[in-house]
C-alpha cells in the first residue's frame, strides 16, 4: 500500500511542479550522506518518515464498494497519517531552491492528490489529503537522526485509508420475504395473509374461518385472516360458504 502511495505523489509532483523525467530524480530513500554522495542530478527526496493512525479522521460502520463488478462489504477502513520530509538536491543553490518552491507551491494549491494521479490500487480508496505541516506541530530532527547534511526542507502529511483486504461479496437484493407453517404432522400449509372479501347483499353479516371471524362493514366488504385452502363462512340464511384461493379475494 506505501508503494501505491509513494508512485502517487511522484505522478502527482512530476506532472503539477513539474518535474521533467529527464531533468530530475524523484527518491524516496533515506536522504543520509551515503545517499547524497551518489548523487548525480537534479533530485527531490521524499523520505517517510513517520506513519501513525488517525486519531481525527478514523470512521466506524459497514461499507460497500464495488471491486470487478462485484458489490463488496467491508468495515470501514483505517485511517493513517504519513509524514513525509522533502527536501532538494542540486549542484546549485538558486536551482534547489526554484525545486523546493515549486513543490510547496503545488502542495499548497491541492488539497488531495488529483485521481488521474492515483495508482490503479486507489479505485475503492478515497483520494489522499494532502497537508503541509503547521508551525508549533510535533517535528524530528531527520537530518540528525540520520546523520545527513543539513538542508531547508518541506514537512508533508499525507492522510489515506489503508485496504485491509477484508471485503467480502453482498448477497443478493431482498425482494420478498416468505412464511411456511408446518401442521402437526409435519405437512406445511401456504403461509397465511390478509384477506380482502366482498359481501355487498350482508351488510353487518359475521365472517369466519379458521383463523378468525369479523364482520361485513357498511360498504359490504371485510378483510380476514385466511391462507389458501381455507374454507370461509358467511353467517346469513342459508350460511354461505367459500373456499380461499391461492392468490386474490373472494366475493360472496
Do not use: C
Not at 459497514?62 to 483505517?78: C, I, K, S
Not at 384477506?195 to 347483499?201: Q, R
Amino acid at each position: 500500500m506505501l508503494e501505491l502511495i509513494d508512485e502517487s505523489l511522484e505522478a502527482f509532483f512530476r506532472a503539477s511542479v513539474p518535474l521533467g523525467a529527464t531533468e530530475v530524480d524523484v527518491s524516496f530513500e533515506a536522504p543520509d550522506r551515503d545517499w547524497s554522495a551518489k548523487l548525480v542530478r537534479p533530485t527531490v527526496n521524499m523520505f517517510l518518515w513517520d506513519i501513525r493512525r488517525s486519531a481525527q479522521r478514523g470512521r466506524a460502520g459497514l461499507e460497500e464498494f464495488e471491486r470487478d463488478g462485484q458489490t463488496m462489504r467491508r468495515m470501514a477502513l483505517p485511517v493513517v497519517e504519513l509524514r513525509y520530509l522533502i527536501t532538494a538536491w542540486t549542484s546549485d543553490h538558486g536551482d534547489e531552491r526554484a525545486l523546493l518552491a515549486g513543490v510547496m507551491s503545488s502542495l499548497l494549491a491541492h488539497s488531495r492528490v488529483p485521481s488521474e494521479f492515483l495508482a490503479d490500487g486507489f479505485d475503492t480508496l478515497r483520494q489522499p489529503s494532502l497537508l503541509m505541516a503547521r508551525a508549533g506541530e510535533q517535528h524530528v530532527d531527520v537530518f540528525r537522526a540520520l546523520e545527513g547534511q543539513l538542508k531547508p526542507s518541506i514537512s508533508m502529511i499525507v492522510i489515506s485509508d489503508i485496504d485491509t483486504d477484508l471485503g467480502r461479496p453482498v448477497g443478493p437484493e431482498v425482494t420478498s420475504i416468505g412464511l411456511s407453517v408446518n401442521d402437526a404432522d409435519g405437512a406445511s400449509s401456504s403461509p397465511p395473509r390478509r384477506l380482502a372479501g366482498e359481501a355487498p347483499d350482508a351488510v353487518g353479516a359475521v365472517v369466519h374461518g379458521p383463523r378468525g371471524g369479523t364482520t361485513v362493514n357498511p360498504a359490504g366488504r371485510f378483510l380476514i385472516q385466511a391462507a389458501a385452502g381455507d374454507e370461509i363462512v358467511l353467517e346469513t340464511e342459508p350460511p354461505r360458504t367459500t373456499i380461499v384461493p391461492e392468490s386474490g379475494g373472494i366475493r360472496f
